[in-house]
């Protein structure tokens, strides 16, 4: 089965950074695209950042655009999320997830890993 399963989050003072991994198994991980979405408490699952399953495109949410990165290593079945300058309302349960084809909406997403916390104190 599909497995998406998430690491690197933890607690960072505010103007820090944290790298997210998201490990992929169990799909044929070069041709999906992917993207992390976060949730914080009280609040909807939100879009955070898209990658294209080459690589080759990338879309971010205004509030991270210029602080956060979104890559891939294809060859190692694996996302990566960087953070950098990362501020109090970052804070969130940061989840990766993957579908074939572009898309912000959460509900579109076919497989979802179980989440890392993130952390930002101020």
């Known amino acids: 089965q599909v497995q998406l399963v998430e690491s690197g989050g933890g607690l960072v003072q505010a103007g820090g950074s944290l790298r997210l991994s998201c490990a992929a198994s169990?799909?044929?991980?070069?041709?999906?695209?992917l993207a992390w979405f976060r949730q914080a408490p009280g609040k909807e699952r939100d879009f955070v950042a898209f990658i294209e399953y080459s690589a080759g495109f990338t879309n971010y949410a205004e509030s991270v655009k210029g602080r956060f990165t979104i890559s891939r290593d294809n060859a190692k079945n694996t996302m990566y999320l960087q953070m950098n300058s990362l501020r109090p309302e970052d804070t969130a349960v940061y989840y990766c997830?993957?579908?074939?084809?572009?898309?912000?909406?959460?509900?579109?997403?076919?497989?979802w890993g179980q989440g890392t916390q993130v952390t930002v104190s101020s």
């Open positions: 997830a993957a579908r074939a084809g572009y898309s912000r909406n959460a509900n579109e997403y076919n497989y």
């Open positions: 169990g799909l044929t991980f070069s041709t999906r695209d």
